[in-house]
């Protein structure tokens, strides 16, 4: 079974790493910057005159469509094509253990650069009184979100040695789940599928199940969504590695 | 220690391994000859678990690579080809994450890389970045994981590629320092280096075993007795059958 130290060792290296390089830096003034801008110069935080974060949460699953799979984009492709991963799969850890690690601390890392967006609250409770409950089950919400992001992003990562590919990949895939119950999509779909198949196809996509936690209401349904996809993305990655690590 | 058995890869229709089987005991380096594209660096990823053989198997220390592919992990020490290793990390940090994966925890660990670093003598650039190394540096920091939790089955992959001289002497000397006591397999197309190193050498061409024996067994298969020329006699045979 996995072990939790083995899935810690990996997990710790991965999130140093990230603090090494330039890109954790790169990746949180972006997103903090990012989402400033479209929350307070786009969507008109302050002249909206309601102190909630609605317009601040709008955003966020368009920000994560940007940054999420570029900060995902390296976690196999960098391996593969510099070659550590034969001696990551060589030591005594199972494909399993270094893919749970990887993917939990690229999770974490998406997660503090959402949780040190909480100025945002401050201002808000300062010009307000939002309700601090649909604040909280949105903030829920959103690191759900990235973390369903964070999977697709990990396993388009493992499909080629080019971080491009996987950046390219990643975004495409994210896209779709973001849009799959949007009617020009579905109405791709409605013309010649049945009618049972363009619901399951609207049911994939992110939204409504972002949009609920977004109105404060947190229910089981949802969270088993996407932790089911997530499940499902790290099940793809394993047989992608399996298939492809040496190719 | 060390059991190859009828090993076997196909990479789609090519044929980059066929049935090749060996032993190799303690207190013996094994020299795995063959020309470039002969299949050694492909049997080396079957035997640490990394490739699943099409066919065959290896057992390391007792353990089969297929059934408990982790508790074969554990006895190896493995440095693959080109030394990849992890460029923004520092070599004590490196070497620390070696250790807590192999299960070094907390001062246990911190004393195992202290000692790897001395003995592979890496005390010069421990704080600096792997990326920044010079090659031989490289090479020896990918060595020291390799042997941090001394390891009983040793398998490296070209080990003196493209090192100067006195950095292979160096790898040499590190390589026969341990010898008595575990077991080794180096892969090599340098010949001297088999003379210098390996008890023993097995010579793989096209995917197949051509020889087993000391230098000395083979070198006396030549009419000249070196063994550059049994080696081509061996191997170019193999070459020609299969090209034509």
Not at chain 1, 185 to 201: E, K, Q, S, Y
Request: glycine share 8%; hydrophobic share 45%.
């Amino acid at each position: 079974m996995a072990s939790i130290h083995n899935i810690g060792a990996i997990f710790r290296r991965e999130l140093k790493a990230y603090f090494q390089s330039a890109v954790a830096y790169v990746f949180m003034v972006v997103f903090l910057v990012l989402t400033g801008f479209l929350t307070f110069s786009v969507a008109r935080f302050y002249e909206r005159g309601v102190a909630d974060l609605a317009p601040f949460f709008f955003w966020h699953p368009w920000v994560y469509l940007l940054l999420v799979p570029a900060a995902t984009m390296s976690l196999w492709a960098e391996e593969r094509r510099s070659g550590t991963v034969e001696l990551l799969l060589t030591m005594p850890i199972t494909m399993t253990e270094a893919i749970l690690g990887k993917f939990f601390a690229a999770w974490l890392f998406i997660t503090i650069g959402v949780v040190l967006t909480f100025p945002i609250v401050i201002t808000a409770a300062y010009l307000g009184s939002p309700d601090m409950g649909v604040v909280l089950s949105a903030y829920f919400g959103s690191i759900l979100l990235a973390g369903a992001y964070v999977a697709v992003g990990m396993l388009t990562s493992s499909m080629s040695r080019s971080q491009v590919i996987g950046f390219v990949l990643g975004l495409l895939g994210c896209l779709l789940l973001l849009l799959a119950g949007w009617e020009p999509i579905t109405g791709f779909f409605v013309r010649w599928a049945p009618d049972w198949l363009v619901r399951a196809i609207a049911s994939f996509s992110f939204m409504p199940h972002y949009d609920a936690m977004q109105r404060g209401v947190i229910d089981l349904q949802d969270i088993a969504y996407y932790v089911s996809v997530m499940g499902l993305m790290i099940f793809a990655t394993h047989i992608v590695l399996d298939n492809r690590k040496s190719a | 220690m060390l059991e190859v058995d009828g090993l076997t890869k196909h990479f789609g229709p090519i044929e980059a391994v066929r049935g090749v089987s060996f032993q190799a005991d303690k207190g013996e380096v094994l020299g795995f000859l063959g020309p470039n594209g002969a299949g050694k660096t492909t049997t080396m990823r079957m035997i640490t678990g990394f490739l699943p053989p099409s066919a065959g198997t290896a057992r390391v220390c007792g353990h089969d690579v297929g059934a408990d592919p982790v508790a074969v992990k554990r006895c190896l020490g493995y440095l693959p080809e080109n030394a990849p290793a992890y460029d923004s990390m520092t070599v004590t940090d490196f070497l620390r994450f070696g250790a807590g994966i192999r299960g070094f925890r907390g001062k246990a660990g911190r004393d195992r890389v202290d000692e790897t670093i001395v003995t592979c003598r890496l005390e010069k650039v421990r704080h600096q970045a792997i990326g920044t190394l010079s090659k031989g540096y490289r090479q020896r920091t990918c060595f020291a994981q390799a042997v941090l939790h001394d390891p009983p089955v040793l398998i490296m992959d070209e080990p003196t590629d493209g090192l100067d001289p006195n950095q292979k002497h160096l790898v040499r000397e590190m390589i026969r320092e341990m010898a008595s006591e575990k077991t080794i397999i180096i892969s090599t197309h340098i010949l001297e280096e088999v003379e210098a190193v390996c008890d023993r050498c097995v010579i793989i061409s096209n995917g197949e075993i051509v020889a087993n024996g000391s230098p000395d067994e083979l070198k006396a298969k030549s009419p000249s007795g070196t063994l550059a020329e049994t080696f081509r006699m061996l191997t170019l045979d193999k070459e020609e059958e299969n090209n034509g």
